[in-house]
């Protein structure tokens, strides 16, 4: 038996965790004196509202080497050989964690980088399942395949405001002002496991165009594997909105396009209103 776990900047939530088998580890997050569990005691609608009202950025911990070495031990008593799967080595040390708890179980616990954050992360997630429940391949083939295919995972996402890269020091102030003056819509993607600034566009009609040509040059979407979208904030009016300026995208390739909100590892820096793609390039 082969038990999947992943931590919670996949933005798997605890019910839908269950439902598909996953176990889901909450990282820990601190908003001004209250400290929480991810998708435990805090969920998706709970968190944004309190970062909006926040005049200070929410802290998120990585899941230390403790906590995974508990659920490890959990897993491989009951007979399961684990797969776990992590948010970017480059964003946190939730992975350096896993590692150093997995060497303590002898062969019957291997961790995988994702080298990605929210829906990123996600789909090599479900790609992971879908190897899983296909019966064929051992846990040591399946982290082969994983490792081979993440480095085909585009993540990119356009920002409706600058105000939290300026919150947590990512920009400077000026050039924050700036942007907001001019309504500039950065476009972020993650690349060798850091988010950068990959474009700008004025607008959100043109960020919306810009991220589609980003998703083109990438090579477009292989629809045979696993791909999401995403939102940010309290309202998916403008995932609506970018799904409606990218029908041509979908159109005709898939009847269904999984959305998902993005929760707090990545909505602190990115603010509310924010759309992203994740899929496996051609």
Same mark, same amino acid.
């Given at each position: 038996?082969?038990?999947?776990?992943? !931590?919670? +900047?996949? !933005?798997? /939530?605890?019910?839908? &965790?269950?439902?598909?088998?996953?176990?889901?580890?909450?990282? %820990?997050? =601190?908003?001004?004196?209250? *400290?929480?569990? !991810?998708?435990?005691?805090?969920?998706? =609608?709970?968190?944004?509202? @309190?970062?909006?009202?926040?005049?200070?950025?929410? %802290?998120?911990?990585?899941? /230390?080497?403790?906590?995974?070495?508990?659920?490890?031990?959990?897993?491989?008593?009951?007979?399961?050989?684990?797969? &776990?799967?992590?948010?970017?080595?480059?964003?946190?040390?939730? $992975?350096?964690?896993?590692?150093?708890?997995?060497?303590?179980?002898?062969? @019957?616990?291997?961790?995988?980088?994702?080298?990605?954050?929210?829906?990123? *992360?996600?789909?090599?997630?479900?790609? +992971?399942?879908?190897?899983?429940?296909?019966?064929?391949?051992?846990?040591?083939?399946?982290?082969?395949?994983? /490792?081979?295919?993440?480095?085909?995972? %585009?993540?990119?996402?356009?920002?409706?405001?600058? @105000?939290?890269?300026?919150?947590?020091?990512?920009?400077?102030?000026? +050039?924050?002002?700036?942007?907001?003056?001019?309504?500039?819509?950065?476009?972020?993607?993650?690349?060798?496991?850091?988010?950068?600034?990959?474009?700008?566009?004025?607008?959100?009609? @043109?960020?919306?165009?810009?991220?589609? %040509?980003?998703?083109?040059?990438?090579?477009?979407?292989?629809?045979?594997?696993? $791909?999401?979208?995403?939102?940010?904030?309290?309202?998916?009016?403008?995932?609506?909105?970018?799904?409606?300026?990218?029908?041509?995208?979908?159109?005709?390739?898939?009847?269904?396009?999984?959305?998902?909100?993005?929760?707090?590892?990545?909505?602190?820096?990115?603010?509310?209103?924010?759309? &992203?793609?994740?899929?496996?390039?051609?």
């Amino acid at each position: 038996m082969i038990k999947l776990v992943v !931590d919670s +900047a996949t !933005d798997i /939530n605890q019910d839908e &965790a269950e439902k598909l088998g996953v176990i889901c580890m909450p990282i %820990q997050v =601190r908003i001004g004196d209250e *400290e929480f569990l !991810d998708g435990v005691n805090l969920q998706h =609608r709970q968190f944004y509202e @309190k970062l909006i009202e926040s005049a200070s950025l929410p %802290q998120t911990s990585q899941i /230390n080497e403790y906590r995974w070495e508990e659920k490890f031990a959990e897993e491989v008593e009951s007979g399961a050989t684990v797969i &776990a799967i992590t948010l970017s080595s480059k964003l946190s040390g939730t $992975y350096g964690c896993a590692v150093k708890a997995a060497k303590k179980f002898g062969g @019957k616990v291997f961790v995988v980088d994702s080298l990605n954050a929210c829906i990123g *992360e996600r789909i090599l997630c479900d790609y +992971a399942l879908r190897l899983i429940s296909g019966g064929k391949l051992t846990a040591e083939e399946i982290v082969k395949e994983l /490792n081979a295919a993440k480095g085909k995972i %585009q993540l990119i996402a356009v920002l409706d405001t600058l @105000k939290y890269l300026k919150k947590g020091g990512r920009i400077s102030s000026v +050039a924050a002002f700036t942007g907001e003056l001019l309504s500039i819509k950065p476009v972020v993607s993650v690349v060798g496991g850091e988010v950068k600034c990959v474009g700008k566009a004025m607008g959100s009609k @043109k960020g919306n165009n810009l991220l589609m %040509q980003l998703t083109e040059e990438c090579g477009g979407i292989n629809f045979d594997m696993p $791909y999401a979208v995403g939102y940010s904030g309290l309202s998916d009016e403008c995932l609506k909105k970018y799904l409606r300026d990218s029908e041509v995208l979908w159109k005709g390739k898939t009847e269904n396009v999984p959305a998902y909100p993005v929760g707090c590892t990545i909505g602190t820096h990115i603010g509310p209103n924010g759309v &992203a793609v994740a899929f496996f390039a051609k």
